[in-house]
């Protein structure tokens, strides 16, 4: 028999499953927390940020990431809070200001709120999010690809940076790469990169209801929860 913890988040009583995360409990009674690097069924690393929420314990609260951090019996979680927005949009606007060339990257910093991009473009390939590395080490048990480097030097590459025998070539690390959904009119060229904004319209019953999964069409680009586990209406 499955166990359910009794948690609260944004003044909503709910019940999850223990052991799930604070992100997968909100996903699944439509409080929508923005995220990036989770992979469904897969060990969460918390890399991208964006899933921050306030975990407030004995009215302390603490900044954290919602896909790494577990039901527990009465925990009370805010995801929408100002402090929350801002720390997201602005973790949003360094990724899309990283790499805009990703519709999942520009879709993404829409629902978060960006509206404009205070840092240089940088038209970077890989914004270390971790999925490749997730899907390939966590579904197949094959860790053809991992993290090298620290800091600056941090990137995804091969064992000795050689093509490894353990490699399926099954294509996985590219599908759920967010970095491989172009944007809708094309690669943007260097020194024109922006916020593309054509997905703006599809944010007004978002902004009405903010926290809430409305349905926004920003989630199939990089595989929001709700699209992977096939609950688009």
């Known amino acids: 028999m499955i166990q359910r913890v009794a948690i609260k988040i944004d003044g909503m009583i709910i019940r999850a499953p223990k052991g799930t995360s604070v992100l997968d409990a909100a996903l699944d009674y439509g409080i929508c ?48 809070t100002e402090e929350v927005r801002k720390l997201r949009r602005n973790i949003a606007e360094l990724i899309v200001a990283e790499a805009p060339n990703s519709r999942a990257i520009q879709d993404v910093a829409l629902r978060c709120g960006v509206k404009e991009v205070r840092y240089p473009f940088r038209n970077s390939d890989c914004i270390l999010c971790g999925r490749c590395v997730s899907v390939c080490t966590g579904r197949f048990g094959v860790k053809a690809i991992g993290f090298v480097g620290r800091g600056n030097e941090r990137r995804v590459e091969t064992p000795f940076n050689m093509r490894s025998e353990l490699c399926r070539d099954c294509g996985a ?17 260097t020194g024109e990169e922006r916020l593309c904004g054509n997905c703006e319209p599809k944010m007004a019953f978002a902004e ?24 688009r209406k």
């Not at 009405?208 to 609950?231: H, I, K, N």
């Open 33 to 80: 927390i923005p995220h990036l690097c989770r992979v469904p069924y897969l060990s969460d690393i918390g890399a991208c940020r964006l899933c921050i929420v306030e975990h407030v314990v004995n009215g302390r609260s603490k900044i954290t990431t919602s896909c790494t951090l577990l039901v527990k019996e009465d925990m009370v979680i805010l995801s929408n």
């Open 173 to 189: 690390c590219i599908d759920v790469c967010p970095m491989a959904v172009v944007p809708c009119g094309g690669p943007m060229k």
């Open 208 to 231: 009405q209801t903010p926290g809430f999964c409305v349905w926004c069409d920003l989630g199939e680009g990089f595989q929001c929860e709700r699209y992977a586990m096939g609950l």
